[in-house]
């Protein structure tokens, strides 16, 4: 009963909302990945109003990796204000703090599972797409993200204030782990070794640190070796994500990976002053007005037709290509923080 209770309004709130109801239970579509959800009915029999005005909480059904799981509760906080929902259910959220009460602007979130008595919209809140019509801001950027999270800061200690390395200290995130076991994930082949050494030699760094899941990234150990000349003292941090998100909170400048754990970290400091990436811009819709973007692009393109171009598969011929890529065909670019256009980046000659 429950179960044909639930089906039934969830074609009702796609009906009354104009969403795609074969997105909402989770079945292929041709816009591409979507998340499913289901609507619990509570104690309590639905009336004839809109179902969203009669929702009382958004239950998050799990969190994904950490910078994914950012991604899922800004987009939960972001619904909920948009549509009067004071209570996000967040199990297994280990960075959030529980509320027992909503805080200013009245949104709570509560790291457990809702009572029998609550009316849920339950899912994974990660792509907006499946719930489109219900957002006015289609598109995910950091400081929307930023902004989300502000909301809830109370309950999350990674926004509050953190004492700032020096400028000269310069922190790498070296995105290793998962997309160096087996075939990896097709969408996250990561930079050259020449991208960290073509920053590692432009400005005079007093320290470089690491901060990696493991050493399984092939650049990890040659950066680390003592054979590449004219490279500043080198450190490396294999420690708990909690304490690597401490360290990376506190840098002014940032060489990013590439995924979404650096733009979560992003959207949580307050210190970045300069951020360093390798190819990818959408990090730069807003940030560059908190932060100096330094993107280096692979000026001749076959970096990123044999990496990036949704075929990383952790072959011998991709990590040989990671180590071997020549700095010559990088080209470094800058954009101001001040510059009013993302589009206006400006190489910068050696």
């Not at 179902?51 to 799981?69: C, D, E, K, V």
């Not at 800061?153 to 000269?168: H, N, S, T, Y």
Request: aromatic share 8%; charged share 20%; net charge positive.
């Amino acid at each position: 009963m429950q179960e044909a209770s639930t089906s039934a309004l969830l074609s009702r709130f796609a009906h009354e909302y104009g969403l795609d109801l074969s997105a909402l239970t989770d079945e292929p579509i041709a816009a591409g990945p979507s998340d499913s959800y289901r609507i619990l009915p509570g104690a309590e029999p639905c009336g004839h109003e809109p179902l969203l005005r009669q929702i009382t909480a958004l239950q998050i059904r799990s969190p994904m990796r950490f910078g994914n799981s950012l991604i899922q509760l800004s987009n939960a906080i972001e619904l909920a204000g948009l549509h009067g929902i004071s209570r996000i259910y967040a199990p297994g959220f280990w960075w959030v703090v529980s509320s027992p009460a909503p805080v200013i602007p009245a949104i709570q979130v509560i790291t457990n599972l809702a009572g029998p008595q609550e009316r849920i919209l339950e899912g994974m809140f990660y792509y907006k797409r499946t719930l489109r019509t219900l957002y006015q801001q289609p598109e995910k950027c950091i400081d929307a993200i930023r902004n989300n999270l502000f909301h809830v800061r109370q309950q999350i200690p990674l926004l509050k204030a953190r004492e700032p390395l020096r400028d000269d200290h310069l922190v790498l995130h070296i995105r290793s782990g998962d997309v160096f076991h087996g075939k990896g994930h097709p969408l996250y082949g990561q930079p050259p070794l020449s991208f960290y050494t073509l920053i590692l030699r432009r400005w005079p760094w007093r320290k470089a640190t690491i901060v990696s899941e493991d050493r399984l990234n092939p650049v990890i150990d040659r950066l680390l070796g003592g054979t590449i000349p004219n490279l500043p003292p080198m450190e490396h941090r294999t420690a708990s994500l909690q304490e690597d998100l401490e360290l990376l909170l506190r840098a002014r400048s940032l060489v990013c990976s590439l995924g979404t754990f650096m733009p979560a970290v992003l959207s949580l400091s307050a210190n970045v002053r300069r951020v360093i990436l390798f190819e990818r811009l959408w990090y730069a819709r807003t940030l560059q007005q908190r932060a100096d973007l330094l993107v280096v692009k692979d000026s001749v393109g076959d970096y990123c037709r044999g990496v990036l171009d949704k075929n990383w598969q952790n072959s011998k011929q991709q990590r040989e290509l990671m180590l071997g890529y020549p700095e010559g065909r990088l080209q470094l670019s800058h954009l101001s923080r001040h510059a009013t256009k993302v589009s206006t980046f400006v190489p910068l000659k050696s």
